[in-house]
C-alpha cells in the first residue's frame, strides 16, 4: 500500500468512513464531511488513484472495462446524440462501480492537436467561456485507464473534424504535460483579463482550487491516431443519484439502469463465461 493510500484510509477510519468498497462517497458519514470541506470528493479521487491493485484485479479491469465502455459507447453512437460527455460519464461510472471496479469523473478541459498537414486548427472546450465556469468536457478514470472518453467524437463540431477524430479514447497513458491558459480559458476572457490590467498567471481565474488540483491530477496528454489530445482536470464530480434514477441520459429510450440491464449486464455475463 502506498503511503498516500495508507494516509488517506487513516483519514476516512477518524471520520468513521468504510472505505472498502467502490463508491463509498455515498455513504453518510462521507456526505457529512464533503458538506464541511466541498474538496473532500478530491480525496476519494486520489485514493482511487493511489491503491494499490492486484494483479487479478488489474487483468480483469484491462479484460472488462474496456467491453463495457464499447457497448455503451456503441449505444450512443446509434442514438446519436451529442454533447452528453457529463450525462454518459456519470452513467459509465455507477455502472463500473456497480461492477466493483473503482473509478471517478472528472470536469475540465479538453484540446485537440491535429497533424499539421491536416490544416486543421486545435479545438478547445473551455471550463472558463463567456465568463462562464462549467465543465468544458468530462471523462472517467478508472485505473489502469488515465482517460475514458466515450463522447470525443459525439460533440458539435463545426470544421468537419470528426474526419480525424478518434471514436473514443479508453486509455492507460500517462504522459503528463503543462497547462497553458489557452487550454482552460477563451480569447474572449483572456482579452478582457488583458484589458482591465490584470498582471500574472490567469489561471487563478479558473478557481481558487484549481492550482491546487492541477498539481495533484495532472493535466494528461495523450496520443492517439496521429492526434493529441490535453486533458486537463478542474474539479472532481460524482453522481447524487444511484445508476436506478440517473435520468438525464437516454439512449434509444432506455435511461442508465435499462442500457446496463438489457444490454451491457448480459454480454458482459457471457463474455465471462467464455473467458
Known sequence: ??????????????????????????SQEFLFQEQRDHTFL???????????????????????????????HQELIKDGRLGACVDVSMVLSRILEREGFWNYTTKGSLTITFPK?????????????NAEHSAGHSWVVAPPFTVIDL?????????????LISDYICSTQKTETSIDELDV???????DAELQGF???????????????????PALQIEKENNFYKYVTVAISASEDPLET?????LSNRIGIEVYNDLILPELLKLRANK
Open 117 to 129: 498537414n491536416s490544416g486543421l486548427e486545435k479545438k478547445y472546450f473551455w471550463t472558463v467561456d
Open 185 to 191: 480559458i477563451s480569447p474572449s476572457i483572456l482579452l
Open 199 to 217: 498582471k500574472g498567471n490567469k489561471l487563478k481565474f479558473v478557481g481558487t482550487n484549481f492550482l491546487n488540483i492541477s498539481e495533484r491530477f
Open 246 to 250: 440517473i435520468t438525464t441520459l437516454k
Open 1 to 26: 500500500m502506498s503511503l498516500k493510500a495508507t494516509d488517506l484510509e487513516n483519514t476516512f477510519r477518524q471520520f468513521n468512513i468504510n472505505h472498502k468498497k467502490p463508491g463509498f462517497y455515498d
Open 151 to 163: 463522447t470525443l467524437k459525439q460533440q458539435p463540431y463545426m470544421q468537419n473534424e470528426q474526419k
Open 42 to 72: 478530491e480525496k476519494y479521487a486520489e485514493y482511487v488513484n493511489a491503491k494499490d491493485y492486484s494483479t487479478n484485479y488489474l487483468e480483469c479491469a484491462n479484460f472488462e472495462i474496456p467491453f463495457i465502455a464499447q457497448l455503451l
